[in-house]
Nanobody, 117 residues
Framework: QVQLVESGGGLVQAGGSLRLSCAAS????????MGWFRQAPGKEREFVAR????????YYADSVKGRFTVSRDNAKNTVYLQMNSLKPEDTAVYYC??????????WGQGTQVTVSS
């Protein structure tokens, strides 16, 4: 069964850093664009970042540009989200996805990120 499994979430103070990981269960994902969404309490799920299969093209939401970096290691079937200068408004459940950002084909189960002020 195809799976995306996130890890790396947790509690951090404002200004701190976290790195999220998303491991894919099959090498097939190496041909997919992959990335991250997030959903804060009471809000809709929103796009955060994506990276093309080759790793050469990335795109970010304006709210995280300059603070977050998405990367991937196709040899490990893993995509990462390095989050720096975290703010309380970054608090959310972060979801890894594979496929088009407008209609993802696969989702991970989510990992909680909480940023305290």
């Amino acid at each position: 069964q195809v799976q995306l499994v996130e890890s790396g979430g947790g509690l951090v103070q404002a200004g701190g850093s976290l790195r999220l990981s998303c491991a894919a269960s099959v090498r097939t994902f190496n041909s997919y664009p992959m990335g991250w969404f997030r959903q804060a309490p009471g809000k809709e799920r929103e796009f955060v970042a994506r990276i093309m299969w080759s790793g050469g093209s990335t795109y970010y939401a304006d709210s995280v540009k300059g603070r977050f970096t998405v990367s991937r290691d196709n040899a490990k079937n893993t995509v990462y989200l390095q989050m720096n200068s975290l703010k309380p408004e970054d608090t959310a459940v972060y979801y890894c996805y594979a496929g088009s950002s407008s209609r993802p084909d696969y989702w991970g189960q989510g990992t909680q990120v909480t940023v305290s002020s």
